[in-house]
């Protein structure tokens, strides 16, 4: 299985940029997506195959990678964007999904 | 717009079996594979398998092959999971999730509670 490697959780604060990682133990190529959740709420779809934007997703959210490095960036950081943020590859069966980063307020 | 409706939260016994919905409207529910995925609290996710409505032609995980069968009722659009000889390790919020180009619908998540 493809593993996904994420840090486990990141302190920023408001109006800071922040960077994401997640790192795949084989290449996904571009097959690698980004979700965000927060508690109590089903995960929401933010960026799609490593950079597209997902529809309604604020445009300060963006990402980047293809093969096996990938990141997420947030910039500026809100107080909305508090959550957890998961990678997930649908490049081969099974897909899987990282551990998870907690952004946390500095 | 989309929307994927799950049936409600479940307490079973172990050793029991517990079959879930999934209401997908605002699409056609043929077109698009349907995945599930295990958020046991606090944690990661994980993705059971998926099934594509059109033919039923499903894909697992290795782990929840034996555990989980995926069926479809194209005449209702509605998507099932059935996870059978429950365990306190089955305890978790179970979603259902539309692929496209990302999981890009969610519903609300089942919460499966294993207790005797």
């Known amino acids: 299985d493809t593993v996904l490697t994420q840090s486990p959780a990141l302190a920023v604060s408001l109006g800071q940029r922040v960077t994401i990682s997640c790192r795949a133990s084989k290449s996904v190529s571009t097959y690698m997506h980004w979700y965000q959740q927060k508690s109590g709420q089903q995960p929401k779809l933010l960026i799609y195959s490593a950079s597209n934007l997902e529809s309604g997703v604020p445009s300060r959210f963006s990402g980047s990678g293809s093969g096996t490095d990938f990141t997420l960036t947030i910039d500026p950081v809100e107080a909305d964007d508090i959550a957890n943020y998961y990678c997930q590859q649908s490049n081969e069966l099974p897909y899987t999904f990282g551990a998870g980063t907690k952004l946390e307020l500095k | 717009q989309v929307k994927l409706l799950q049936s409600g939260a479940a307490l079973v016994k172990p050793g029991a079996s517990v079959k879930m919905s999934c209401k997908a409207s605002?699409?056609?529910?043929?077109?698009?594979?349907v995945s599930w995925v295990k958020q046991s609290h606090g944690k990661s996710l994980e993705w059971i398998g998926e099934i594509y409505p059109n033919s039923g032609a499903t894909n697992f995980n290795e782990k929840f092959k034996g555990k989980a069968t995926l069926t479809v009722d194209k005449s209702t659009s509605t998507a099932y999971m059935e996870l059978s000889r429950l365990t306190s390790e089955d305890s978790a919020i179970y979603y259902c999730?539309?692929?496209?180009?990302?999981?890009?619908?969610w519903g609300q998540g089942v919460m499966v509670t294993v207790s005797s």
């Open positions: 999730t539309r692929y496209y180009g990302g999981y890009s619908d």
């Open positions: 605002g699409y056609t529910f043929t077109d698009y594979w």
